[in-house]
């Protein structure tokens, strides 16, 4: 089947040579995979979250986040080894524990990701909304301002995307260049002025072991969604190397980074952890406690926004190809599996993912009252609870899939185990004590909602098996007949 002639598949055609420059190189999926998580946003937000909650213990918590990342990232390397199909986790974690825990994971994947397109929406608006403010544009954060920057995002990222993955990648990496520097230079200026602490952090002065297990939940939180990239498998040269190389960059790279950022911004955010307890931001609070210009505390917000762009682009490039995948496999309508002949891209999926995620943040904001902080606690908590029955399933498939194959070691069920009890812990830890409102009532939304669809979804699945002579699950998302048979 012709790339040009097909209009659901989100594969090129079978028999291209590995060389083909319509797939994702190594280098490619890598670098996405690592600016997608905006590592500049990183450094001037998981060093304040960990710091206020961990006080001068913030670097085990940093430490135990990352490792705790890094085991559910093993257990995703080990099926993407194996497996090249779109959907990531989707098509994983159903090949091990069948139909039910592929409903399961469909319905909170797709939640999840609409649910991190509005949350970065929201960041973005919240960015430049303090930008606009510094410099003289009262409204910046109000609520006509805010839905505008909303839409002219959502409009700037769908075009990109829709272009394809190279010209998402090459954006995502301008973005992140050109915005990491200044991060890295306000974190570098507040070391030198405050000078490391190394007595107290080393001592773990004052802390406790309950702020440590707070700072952990924080750190972890804050890499969920590290493992989209796997869902551009189809699109990617030689998957089985590059998958598991950009998967496992994440955890190691943004992780030891952050680790970094927190060691050395501890002791700027310690002495004034009043101010940014009150609501300023500790990136503009640590350049200006460490003497820089005033000129880059406004800076660090306009940065901090377009650094932001990068997350989107990549965060909707993962979720459309995880819609793709549903229209493929017949739990979505087929019309969301066509591929752009040109771009290589699937654009209703795109239009589909951006569009509700902007639909849903214009709504709550709209329709919530508060502070907008209050609102980003409440949604990026939500994104967090929709990532937890993913992980869990992902490490137990693993551990079982290695241990069919007798190849399990004592180690790898450790971290198995380490990985599933951390995000378990993740959604339990916000019943037993939840967060304020609007943010401790997500984890009843999460559950509420990821069930609904989920039922929808197996009900789907149910009668598409009993509609044909042999189940469809373990066939290929990019095989033509399957395609042609769902539209």
């Not at 979250?49 to 001068?56: D, E, K, M, R, S």
Request: charged residues 10%.
């Amino acid at each position: 089947m012709s790339e040009t002639s097909h209009s659901g598949s989100l594969d090129l055609p079978d028999g291209l040579e590995e060389s083909d420059p319509g797939r994702l190189g190594h280098a490619g999926l890598t670098s996405l995979a690592i600016c997608s998580m905006i590592p500049a946003v990183g450094m001037a937000s998981f060093p304040m979250l960990l710091v206020v909650n961990a006080g001068w213990g913030s670097w085990i918590a940093a430490l135990i986040s990352a490792i705790a990342v890094i085991c559910i990232g093993m257990a995703v390397t080990v099926f993407a080894r194996r497996d090249t199909a779109s959907g990531s986790l989707f098509a994983y974690i159903g090949d091990v524990f069948g139909p039910w825990a592929r409903s399961i994971t469909a319905a909170s994947l797709l939640l999840g990701y609409l649910a991190m397109v509005a949350s970065i929406l929201l960041v973005i608006g919240a960015y430049t909304g303090s930008f606009l403010v510094s410099i003289g544009i009262d409204d910046g954060l109000g609520k006509p301002t805010q839905l505008a920057i909303y839409a002219v995002a959502s409009a700037i990222v769908a075009v990109i995307t829709y272009r394809g993955l190279d010209v998402s990648v090459l954006i995502a990496v301008v973005l992140t260049v050109i915005c990491l520097p200044l991060l890295l230079l306000i974190t570098g200026a507040s070391a030198a002025h405050t000078g490391l602490a190394l007595h107290e952090q080393l001592s773990l002065h004052g802390t406790t072991f309950t702020s440590i297990v707070a700072g952990i939940a924080s750190g972890s939180a804050f890499l969920v969604g590290f493992e989209g990239s796997a869902a551009l498998a189809r699109e990617t040269r030689d998957p089985k190397r590059s998958v598991p190389v950009a998967v496992m960059s994440v955890p190691i790279v943004l992780g030891s980074l952050y680790i970094a950022a927190t060691v050395l911004q501890a002791p700027g955010i310690m002495a004034a952890r009043g101010a940014i307890l009150d609501g300023a931001s500790s990136s503009t609070v640590l350049a200006h406690e460490a003497g820089l210009p005033d000129t880059f505390g406004k800076a660090t917000d306009l940065v901090l926004a377009i650094a932001t762009f990068a997350a989107l682009i990549g965060f909707v490039n993962y979720g459309s190809r995880l819609v793709a995948t549903l229209s493929i496999r017949g739990l979505l309508p087929s019309r969301f599996a066509e591929v752009n002949p040109r771009f290589h891209s699937p654009g209703a999926a795109i239009t589909l993912t951006i569009l509700a995620g902007f639909c849903g943040i214009c709504v709550l904001a709209l329709g919530f009252g508060g502070p907008l902080p209050s609102l980003y606690s409440a949604v990026s908590t939500l994104v967090v609870y929709f990532w937890v029955a993913p992980y869990v399933l992902v490490c137990v498939g693993a551990a079982v899939l290695l241990i069919r194959e007798r190849a399990a070691n004592v180690g790898f069920l450790i971290a198995m185990v380490a990985g599933a009890g951390t995000a378990l812990w993740l959604y339990i830890g916000g019943i037993v004590s939840p967060p304020l409102q609007p943010a401790g009532a997500m984890s009843y939304v999460a559950l509420g909602s990821t069930a609904a669809l989920a039922l929808a979804f197996h009900a789907r699945i149910r009668r598409e098996a009993s509609s044909a002579p042999e189940p469809k699950w373990d066939e290929d998302p990019g095989d033509a007949a399957l395609v042609e048979e769902r539209s």
